[in-house]
């Protein structure tokens, strides 16, 4: 019995650092190209052609000087801004009160609502990028920061219904029944009483929209024309040249452009985490 249980042993602590083994092999790969757009960064072109991934020979911030100016970074930075956190705003008060009727009301027109909005999430936005063109034309919403705020609460909406739909299934009706028996109306139950108790699913919200519109190439290229009005990977993207590119020029763009997102991303980790785990506990 005991010889059966060592082979057991054995084989699970084989099988364990095979996998711990796996698993730093896949940490490598993945920890490559950070590692490469790190020390590209210090790099003269010269050397970052030649020794690609050698350490540079000096440090210096010169080309984090370079980059900043020729981004004009601060403007971008601030078009980032105004268009993520605008439309992150939008995107979680109207998914949020879109939610409350779907989540308690069990009529089959609510229901049909519902998966209606759900099939945003099946249908890529790509198939669409024509026609709605075309409308951002008639309204005269190209060149318009408004018009891409517009464009991404529509888009992510689905996503944010769907996350908030689930967590209002999660509480208590007898919650908010006592709540209208102590006079509130259907406004401030919500407001007061359910929205307070999302906050799980509202910091999961906004961390993915925000990751996404930040990170987000396709609708500037398309809809913001003027330079003062772009965001920071149209300004990366202005840097790609057609027959060659200054890597050295690049990266210190794309390490700008990653590090407020990336402050974020590390300040609002838990929450995410914590609202996952809420949600795979209540559902």
């Known amino acids: 019995m005991t010889s059966v249980i060592k ?52 440090f210096g911030f010169q080309q984090f000087v370079d980059a900043w100016n020729a981004m004009d970074y601060l403007n971008v930075l601030k078009n980032n801004l105004i ?17 409350f009727p779907l989540a308690r009301r069990r009529h089959k027109l609510n229901k049909t609502l519902f998966f209606l909005i759900l099939s945003g999430i099946m249908i890529p936005y790509q198939i669409a990028i024509i026609p709605l063109f075309r409308l951002m034309k008639t309204l005269h ?20 219904t769907f996350i908030f739909h689930g967590f209002i299934r999660t509480i208590p009706t007898e919650i908010e029944e006592a709540a209208r028996i102590d006079g509130c109306g259907v406004g401030q139950t919500f407001w007061k009483i359910t929205f307070p108790l999302l906050r799980p699913a509202t910091a999961t919200v906004v961390i993915l929209i925000s990751l996404n519109t930040w990170n987000d190439f396709v ?17 990366v993207y202005r840097n790609v040249g057609q027959f060659s590119t200054d890597w050295t020029h690049m990266f210190p763009m794309l390490v700008l452009g990653i590090l407020p997102i990336f402050i ?4 609002m980790q838990k929450q995410i985490i914590k609202g996952i785990a809420s949600g795979s506990i209540k559902g």
Do not use: C, W
């Not at 891409?148 to 529509?154: L, S």
């Open 219 to 235: 609708f500037p290229l398309l809809f913001l024309q003027s330079r003062d009005k772009g965001t920071i990977l149209l300004e």
């Open 83 to 99: 268009i993520t956190i605008s439309s992150v705003f939008l995107v979680v008060m109207v998914s949020a009160m879109a939610s």
């Open 141 to 160: 919403l190209i060149d318009s920061q408004f018009g891409v705020i517009i464009i991404y609460t529509f888009v992510f909406m689905p996503l944010a």
């Open 7 to 58: 082979k057991k042993d054995k084989s699970f602590s084989l099988f364990n650092f095979v996998l711990e083994l796996l698993m730093i092999v896949l940490a490598v790969f993945v920890a490559l190209p950070i590692y490469y757009l790190f020390v590209t960064t210090f790099k003269t072109p010269q050397e970052a052609l030649e020794h690609p991934l050698r350490l540079p020979t000096h």
């Open 264 to 267: 974020f991303y590390l300040v």
